[in-house]
T-cell receptor
Framework: DAKTTQPPSMDCAEGRAANLPCNHS???????VYWYRQIHSQGPQYIIH???NNETNEMASLIITEDRKSSTLILPHATLRDTAVYYC?????????????FGAGTRLFVKA | NAGVTQTPKFQVLKTGQSMTLQCAQD?????MSWYRQDPGMGLRLIHY???????DQGEVPNGYNVSRSTTEDFPLRLLSAAPSQTSVYFC????????????FGSGTRLTVV
């Protein structure tokens, strides 16, 4: 199973871009990279996912390196409400279906 | 469209008691799963299901049972509650077999005394 490595915490100034890195050096060719975030003690919120091409939606951009061993989630203009724990996940395939394993994530602090 | 609904939101149990945490979704999602989150920790997968009648174990299945008799519901049963099961429990669902982004419920905060 591919594992992910994220820094435990990061700071970002309000209004600046927040770049959250993730290493997944053992990722397989058919595994996707997903990002979620969890604000306070709420349920996690899906942000974005991708296979090998860069992806963008209304919340964020996902940049995946050409060798797919790492990725970066970009919040282009961070606000105080983006303070949360961000999880980078690689989807694991299992017999009969799929299961998703969460790691410890990165705690992002957006400061005024 | 309510999304994923978990009940109850809070629960206190005595050691040895049993109970069922309820999870229901109205999005016709095939994939559902249960996670627990201990204070200051990440989420750990307990059980998951890829469709009615099909369930499988996650990382920490001991002490928990699940069943999936309908697409909409995925209850989690604690057989004999222990203080180590004090946690926040989240239910999630997804279209397909989990390859799409998950929708999470708001959680059940369980304390076992």
């Amino acid at each position: 199973d591919a594992k992910t490595t994220q820094p435990p915490s990061m700071d970002c100034a309000e209004g600046r871009a927040a770049n959250l890195p993730c290493n997944h050096s053992t990722i397989s060719g058919n595994e996707y990279v997903y990002w979620y975030r969890q604000i306070h003690s709420q349920g996690p919120q899906y942000i974005i996912h991708g296979l090998k091409n860069n992806e963008t939606n209304e919340m964020a951009s996902l940049i995946i390196t050409e060798d797919r061993k790492s990725s970066t989630l970009i919040l282009p203009h961070a606000t105080l409400r983006d303070t949360a724990v961000y999880y980078c996940i690689v989807r694991v395939a299992n017999t009969g279906g799929f299961k998703t394993i969460f790691g410890a994530g990165t705690r992002l602090f957006v400061k005024a | 469209n309510a999304g994923v609904t978990q009940t109850p939101k809070f629960q206190v149990l005595k050691t040895g008691q049993s109970m069922t945490l309820q999870c229901a979704q109205d999005m016709n999602h095939e994939y559902m799963s249960w996670y627990r989150q201990d204070p200051g920790m990440g989420l750990r997968l307990i059980h998951y299901s890829v469709g009615a009648g099909i369930t499988d174990q996650g990382e920490v299945p001991n002490g928990y049972n699940v069943s999936r008799s309908t697409t909409e519901d995925f209850p989690l049963r604690l057989l004999s509650a222990a203080p180590s099961q004090t946690s926040v429990y989240f239910c999630a669902s997804s279209g397909g077999r989990g390859e799409y982004g998950y929708t999470f419920g708001s959680g059940t905060r369980l304390t076992v005394v």
